[in-house]
Structures are given as structure tokens and as C-alpha cells.
């Protein structure tokens, strides 16, 4: 079937939400790099999603389901297939000590939110960038605690489209590991069980992430955070390795190694995807042949990469 045809047959999907093609997609992302999405979908509600996804079965078209776009490099070439911004699905409830959350909703937002009703597990997570969705997904750990010791469940849609429950399993997750990264399916929402605490130390914690993250220099610039995971085990942390290497401040095109912190890559202004990514293997490389160490990456490659 021809592109103009899929686009005729895309517009004719039953869904209540809205479709575009050729979408940019750097302002939908962290990095804010990265070409066009030939489909793009804002869906109303989940039913959209599943008529979407089972639209690109039936067309034999990729399909990706974008978040926060925190932890992505999309390729400058852009995306083929379908993607499916789910930012609009961001609904947020309290009841008792769950909190449950679609996947679209921020990650800090859901952690603000059960500050307000004076509840604590989630202020590790305040002013982390990227949904709920992601954050599931990629079990993101910091300060010590990781997101599963909070997951009561999740609520997920499988590749064939069907709706399903998942109750997590201890053994199932590891650091910055998940079951939802094997087969991937559609993370739709989440509870969260959380205790009652003080008010005063919620926030007075929160505040101290916040600052910290602020000092490490997560905010100065476009990117994704850590790009790479840490390995305690190799004896230090994946930024002073990458410091030792020599390569902090180190450029290509307009990204650049953070001068402030070794596992941060930053867009300058001009970057492009292609540049992140030779950022990317040139840390990979001299790490490897300095230390016998090989990094492992927390961004994920996102699109149509030429190499």
C-alpha cells in the first residue's frame, strides 16, 4: 500500500481523538531533536489507543507510544509508522493511600499530587521529567528506592489489543529493568501504594531533590538525564568514569559531554540526533578501552537510524 493511501486509511480510523502526519518531533521531546512522525495520533482515551495499535497491525506499520519523551533519542529522519502522544491521558486519583494514575500524567505531577494529600514513597521521583508511563516502564530508581516498591499494579494493553492487569512480582524487576520491556506492551495506568506521612517532611524532602537535581545541572539545557546506567559494582559512578576518560565538555556538532556532570549529554542549541548519538558511542568507546567496562545505555534510540 502506498503512503498516500495508508494516510487515506489512517484518517478513516474510528477514533474520537485527532490524526496529523509528519509531526516534528523535537518539541515532544527532552533532547528537542529529532524529524517528523509520519503518523501522529492524540487519542481521547484508551479505546483510541487500542484502535490504534490494532490499525498498525492491520497495515503491518510500526507503532510507538510517546510519553514525556525524557529518555528517547528520536533519529533525525524521524519515525516511521505511528505514534501515539499519550499526554493528554493524564488523569490523577487518590483513594486512601492508592494513588492511581494514568500513563500519561507527569511522573513529579503524581508525586506533587500525594504530597497534597500527605502522603509518602514518591518524593524520590519529584521533578524527575517524563509520564507515568516511562517511568513504569523503565523502573526508574534514584536516591536508592526504585518505582516498583511503590507499584500496587498496572494496567496494560497487549500487542493483540486486549486490556489486561498486571500485580507486580519482586522478581520480576531489577535496576532500571521491568517485565513491560519484554514484548512491549501499552502501559495505560498505575496504582501506587504510599503510606500517610508528615506534611512537613514530604516536602521538606522533595524540596531537597529538587535542589539537588537543580545543582547537578539537569535544567540548564535540552536532554534525557542520565544516558547511560550506573554500575556500582564497577567501583565508581558511570560520570566519573566517563570524566576520567577525559571527555567531560567534550563536542560534537552542537551536543556536548555536560561540562557539570559526566553522564549528562546536552544539546547546546544545535544539535542534532546524529550528534547525540556520536556522543554516545565516543563515551562508550573510551570507557571501554580505558577501563574494560561497557557502558549501558538508559536513552533508548527511537525511529529510522541509518546505522
Known amino acids: 500500500m502506498t503512503m498516500n493511501n495508508v494516510r487515506h486509511s489512517a484518517e478513516r480510523i474510528n477514533i474520537e481523538g485527532s490524526i496529523e502526519f509528519d509531526v516534528p518531533?523535537?518539541?515532544?521531546?527532552?533532547?528537542?531533536?529529532?524529524?517528523?512522525?509520519?503518523?501522529?495520533?492524540?487519542?481521547?482515551?484508551?479505546?483510541?489507543?487500542?484502535?490504534?495499535?490494532?490499525?498498525?497491525?492491520?497495515?503491518?506499520?510500526?507503532?510507538?507510544?510517546?510519553?514525556?519523551?525524557?529518555?528517547?533519542?528520536?533519529?533525525?529522519?524521524?519515525?516511521?509508522?505511528?505514534?501515539?502522544h499519550t499526554r493528554s491521558l493524564n488523569g490523577i486519583e487518590i483513594d486512601g493511600s492508592l494513588v492511581t494514575a494514568e500513563a500519561g500524567a507527569e511522573i513529579s505531577l503524581v508525586a506533587e499530587s500525594a504530597a497534597g494529600a500527605d502522603l509518602t514513597g514518591l518524593e524520590f521521583i519529584f521533578r524527575m521529567p517524563g509520564s507515568v508511563g516511562g517511568a513504569v516502564w523503565m523502573n526508574a530508581r534514584c536516591y536508592g528506592v526504585s518505582l516498583n516498591e511503590r507499584l500496587a499494579w498496572v494496567d496494560l494493553i497487549d500487542t493483540d489489543g486486549r486490556p489486561g492487569r498486571y500485580h507486580p512480582r519482586e522478581e520480576d524487576f531489577a535496576y532500571k529493568k521491568s517485565p513491560f520491556q519484554e514484548g512491549r506492551p501499552v502501559i495505560t495506568r498505575a496504582g501506587f501504594t504510599l503510606k500517610p506521612g508528615s506534611p512537613e517532611k514530604i516536602r521538606a524532602l522533595m524540596d531537597e531533590h529538587a535542589r539537588d537535581r537543580e545543582?547537578?545541572?539537569?535544567?540548564?539545557?535540552?536532554?534525557?538525564?542520565?544516558?547511560?546506567?550506573?554500575?556500582?559494582?564497577?567501583?565508581?559512578?558511570?560520570?566519573?568514569?566517563?570524566?576520567?576518560?577525559?571527555?567531560?565538555g567534550k563536542r560534537i556538532g552542537g551536543a556536548?559531554?555536560?561540562?557539570?556532570?559526566?553522564?549528562?549529554?546536552?544539546?547546546?542549541?544545535?544539535?542534532?540526533?546524529?550528534d547525540i548519538l556520536a556522543l554516545i558511542r565516543l563515551a562508550e568507546e573510551k570507557v571501554d578501552e580505558?577501563?574494560?567496562?561497557?557502558?549501558?545505555?538508559?536513552v533508548l534510540l527511537v525511529g529510522a537510524w541509518s546505522r
Do not use: C
Open 25 to 84: 518531533m523535537a518539541p515532544y521531546t527532552s533532547f528537542r531533536v529529532g524529524g517528523p512522525a509520519e503518523i501522529f495520533i492524540h487519542p481521547k482515551n484508551w479505546q483510541d489507543v487500542q484502535r490504534a495499535m490494532v490499525w498498525a497491525d492491520t497495515q503491518g506499520l510500526s507503532f510507538f507510544l510517546l510519553g514525556g519523551g525524557a529518555n528517547i533519542l528520536v533519529a533525525d529522519e524521524g519515525i516511521p509508522g505511528v505514534v501515539v
Open 215 to 248: 545543582s547537578k545541572g539537569h535544567f540548564r539545557y535540552p536532554s534525557a538525564g542520565s544516558v547511560f546506567k550506573n554500575d556500582r559494582a564497577f567501583g565508581m559512578p558511570t560520570g566519573k568514569l566517563i570524566d576520567t576518560a577525559g571527555l567531560k
Open 256 to 274: 556536548m559531554i555536560a561540562p557539570f556532570h559526566g553522564n549528562i549529554i546536552v544539546n547546546t542549541g544545535s544539535a542534532t540526533a546524529s
Open 290 to 298: 580505558i577501563f574494560g567496562f561497557r557502558l549501558e545505555r538508559e
